[in-house]
């Protein structure tokens, strides 16, 4: 499911602010975007994250700012004095005066050593990050359960019509025997009256028998309505339920095509398109189902 969480918090000279967005995906994968120095707390982000996301695509990103003091930065002496030693050594060999200004050689590679990253211990900084992190994925979590809803709805609406045309299919299916009798019934008349020949009522009863196996779909009726009513229990579960609701989905369809290929009738033929109709629909949306 889609969201979007953030928080910002401040803990003596740390400044920390996180963002993690959400996008439907049928696996979990977690993208990371840190400051520098920060990479190495992935496996902690990580392990918070799939505590709260367990399906979808999660972009994070942390940005933590550290307010500066002067041990932060030192001049390095020895290299400063090095620089100055070989400018004033070129100067004399180019018979020129050698003008140095301390600024320009603060600049020089190497003259100031940054040591803010040296300094910073991850393991210290976590229970300060951490807070902020999950007060970000608490807001997340708000906003891709008011969008469960709304997918929740969408879902039962959808298995309720699968379950209404299960019915229709049920009601009509003793009327596709009663209609093929009489269909075959008349076509022997015919035939008997055209050729002048004679059917045996064992060879016309035989007939039904053969047709009724072939396109009785009890059975299958029978398992669709039980995976209907697991779809519904599982929608309702609190439980994470993606993945369960995706498997309940495939039997369900492998259900609805058998039902159309044993069925010859065309008003259940009608029946399955509106089920396989629905069925598309749920199948859209589960893949958004944590």
């Given at each position: ?16 602010a996180v963002e993690v967005r959400t996008i439907n995906s049928r696996h979990y994968k977690l993208s990371l975007r840190t400051g520098e120095g920060y990479g190495g707390l992935e ?140 269909r075959l019934t008349d076509r022997v008349n015919r035939a008997l009256s055209e050729l002048n020949v004679t059917v045996e009522p064992a060879d016309l009863l035989r007939e039904m028998s053969l047709f009724v196996d072939k ?76």
């Open positions: 499911m889609t969201g979007f969480g953030e928080a910002h918090d401040r803990f003596e000279s740390l400044a920390i496996p902690q982000i990580n392990a918070l994250v799939r505590q709260s996301v367990r399906r979808g695509a999660v972009q994070l990103q942390l940005h933590v700012r550290r307010d500066s003091t002067p041990d932060d930065f030192r001049i390095h002496s020895a290299l400063l004095e090095g620089y100055v030693r070989q400018a004033k050594q070129v100067a004399k060999e180019c018979g020129i005066e050698a003008d140095i200004a301390i600024g320009q050689l603060l600049s020089l590679p190497g003259v100031i050593d940054d040591r803010r990253a040296a300094a910073q211990d991850l393991q210290e900084v976590w229970p300060k990050i951490e807070p902020t992190l999950r007060a970000a994925l608490d807001a997340l979590a708000t906003m891709r359960a008011a969008e469960g809803g709304a997918l929740e709805s969408d879902l039962l609406v959808n298995s309720s019509a699968i379950g209404q045309q299960a019915v229709a299919i049920e009601k009509r299916v003793p009327q596709v025997s009663v209609g093929y009798r009489e396109s009785d779909i009890s059975e299958e009726l029978v398992r669709l309505k039980s995976h209907l009513v697991q779809f519904d229990a599982t929608v309702h579960a609190k439980e994470s339920s993606g993945r369960k609701l995706e498997f309940i989905s495939q039997e369900m369809g492998r259900e609805i095509n058998t039902i159309g290929s044993k069925a010859s009738d065309t008003e259940i033929s009608c029946h399955v398109v509106e089920m396989k109709t629905a069925l598309e629909r749920i199948r859209e949306q589960v893949q958004n189902v944590e």
